[in-house]
């Protein structure tokens, strides 16, 4: 064994301090660093020691998944009613390094309406001109352009239609009104009975694609047979609706407008859909058939229906198109799911308003008061480590507010009997949060396979 060098710092230590720094605003290593030669608290919490700056660090999505079951054991999450929501915090790069097609051939018209200046200026010989300094800046740009068409050819293998060259996983996203930033979308699920964070990802700039991802990842982490799904119309897609729907997980989610224009025609809503047939029924009472191919349109998949012969012919057709073969309507393919779910959300309003109550005020929490507007870290693994860190300290905040300190012993001594690794990781947590208290309260667990104390704390 190499005896060379200092002992590690224990893993739990770095994990109490990282839970107490980002539950007090003390997020960058350097503060932590600090904070553990002045705050009497991190002293006694890590028993005098003093980690630099670079040995404070990562890892805790397996953390935040072992305390959402063990929380789900103790009854604190039932898996019923779940509430999926999201947030955006600002990334480690600047708007200026996030780039897309329209700002690349910007910056590419403006660097030759520059070169094609200065080589007027040589052509001009001008006796007056400084011309070693045109030269130079005109190279400079040759040089800028060339920076921006490797921009460009990255974009262009990338497939995306936006690259960010000091964090590649980061998106330019709208933060608060209007305003664009790039950062990451932060998506979150949320038991109803207590409120508290289940799981959490980031992808893509908008909630469009994300209700079936994060509800079967909750319902998988929890689980559980079945679950309602309450989220706002950010999420309503019929896609995703279906896939919910496929997976025994009903959906509530706040209904979309239909896309069809008000310009003064026959709206959708006068048309009858026949179910059974396949059919609508137009104003005129004609039937629309369709020839069950289905297109592509953007991100939707449709069905046409039409009737061009009726059309031609109709006395309303002044009243219902002005399209010169007639009218016809698309239909999506998850159109029905759409409707199962617009129906629900009409028949409980109260219930879904219970979305607002179970997921709103979590994110107050984690940006207003603890200041998690933005992350320290880049690439979305090492961001979602910060994620899981703000939601491990919500819960426990939450746990603190639900028992008392006489409570939280006796069921940690009953986790104790069963899982001498899950007495220290909880340990761990707690720890981090109730160190007045646990300096009232003597309290600790028996290793029984090296019959040692193991302390919280001390």
Request: charged content about 25%; hydrophobic content about 35%; some cysteine.
């Amino acid at each position: 064994m190499n005896s060379e060098g200092r002992p590690p710092f224990r893993s739990c230590d770095m994990l109490k301090l990282y839970l107490y720094g980002y539950k007090n605003q003390l997020r960058s290593s350097r503060k932590l660093s600090h904070a553990c030669r002045v705050n009497i608290e991190v002293i006694w919490l890590l028993k005098g020691l003093i980690p630099s700056a670079r040995k404070i660090a990562k890892a805790f999505k397996q953390a935040f998944r072992f305390f959402v079951g063990l929380l789900k054991d103790w009854d604190l999450i039932e898996g019923q009613i779940i509430a999926i929501d999201s947030f955006k915090i600002r990334a480690q790069n600047a708007l200026k390094n996030n780039f897309n097609q329209k700002k690349i051939d910007r910056h590419i018209r403006y660097i030759d309406a520059k070169i094609e200046e200065y080589q007027r200026l040589l052509d001009a010989g001008d006796k007056d001109l400084d011309y070693d300094l045109i030269k130079e800046k005109s190279e400079w740009q040759e040089e800028n352009k060339a920076r921006y068409k490797a921009v460009e050819k990255e974009l262009s293998n990338s497939g995306q239609t936006q690259i960010s060259t000091t964090d590649p996983d980061a998106r330019a996203v709208i933060l608060h009104r209007n305003v664009v930033n790039v950062g990451y979308n932060i998506q979150a699920s949320c038991d109803a009975k207590h409120k508290l964070f289940i799981n959490n990802d980031t992808g893509s700039v908008n909630d469009t694609q994300a209700l079936s991802h994060m509800a079967l990842a909750a319902k998988e982490l929890l689980h559980v047979d079945k679950m309602d799904c309450l989220a706002d119309k950010g999420y309503t897609t019929g896609k995703q609706i279906q896939i919910c729907k496929e997976n025994n997980i009903t959906t509530y989610c706040s209904p979309k407008a239909h896309s069809s224009q008000h310009n003064g025609l026959y709206p959708m809503k006068d048309f009858v859909y026949d179910k059974q047939n396949d059919t609508y029924t137009c104003p005129a009472d004609e039937t629309l058939n369709t020839n069950g191919t289905i297109y592509n349109k953007a991100n939707h998949r449709v069905k046409h229906y039409k009737n061009r012969q009726a059309c031609k012919s109709c006395t309303l057709r002044d009243m219902c198109t002005n399209n010169k073969n007639g009218r016809f309507i698309e239909r999506s393919i998850y159109q029905e799911a759409l409707e199962e779910n617009e129906k629900r959300v009409q028949q409980n309003p109260e219930y879904y308003r219970l979305r607002q109550q179970i997921t709103e005020h979590q994110f107050g929490t984690l940006k207003r008061q603890w200041g998690f507007t933005y992350t320290l870290m880049k690439g979305k693994e090492h961001v979602l480590s910060e994620v899981n860190i703000m939601m491990i300290c919500y819960n426990l905040r939450r746990l603190m507010s639900i028992f008392s300190i006489n409570e939280l012993k006796s069921k940690l001594k009953n986790i104790g009997l069963q899982s001498l690794t899950a007495i220290r990781l909880i340990s761990v947590f707690l720890s981090s949060f109730i160190t007045k208290s646990l300096i009232r309260h003597s309290i600790y667990f028996v290793n029984f396979k090296s019959s040692k104390r193991l302390y919280i704390g001390f």
